[in-house]
Nanobody, 124 residues
Framework: QVQLVESGGGLVQAGGSLRLSCAVSGRTFSSYAMGWFRQAPGKEREFVAGISWSGGNTYYADSVKGRFTISRDNAKNTVYLQMNSLKPEDTAVYYC?????????????????WGQGTQVTVSS
């Protein structure tokens, strides 16, 4: 059984930064591509960032490119999302997800394990 636990969310002013973490249980973490998604109230869940199993390839939604950075530490079974220059429109519940594949996908259907989510609120 693979479990994902997000942390690091909170309330921040516009222009501020937050670092989300996602701790993954299980011995095969390094074989999973990982992704971050978010869902704002009344909106569909959307892709934010993805990273391949090795960390060598990263992918970003256009809305966060240049502001967010995804990374992973396979020795710690953890994936991170560094969020800088936050905007009120970044307010959402952020979810990490694991894909049983070496490369990340932007499609939520490509991920088999999901965390419970962590709330990020950006005030103007």
């Amino acid at each position: 059984q693979v479990q994902l636990v997000e942390s690091g969310g909170g309330l921040v002013q516009a222009g501020g930064s937050l670092r989300l973490s996602c701790a993954v249980s299980g011995r095969t973490f390094s074989s999973y591509a990982m992704g971050w998604f978010r869902q704002a109230p009344g909106k569909e869940r959307e892709f934010v960032a993805g990273i391949s199993w090795s960390g060598g390839n990263t992918y970003y939604a256009d809305s966060v490119k240049g502001r967010f950075t995804i990374s992973r530490d396979n020795a710690k079974n953890t994936v991170y999302l560094q969020m800088n220059s936050l905007k009120p429109e970044d307010t959402a519940v952020y979810y990490c997800a694991a894909a049983r594949a070496p490369t990340a996908t932007m499609r939520a259907e490509g991920y088999v394990y999901w965390g419970q989510g962590t709330q990020v609120t950006v005030s103007s």
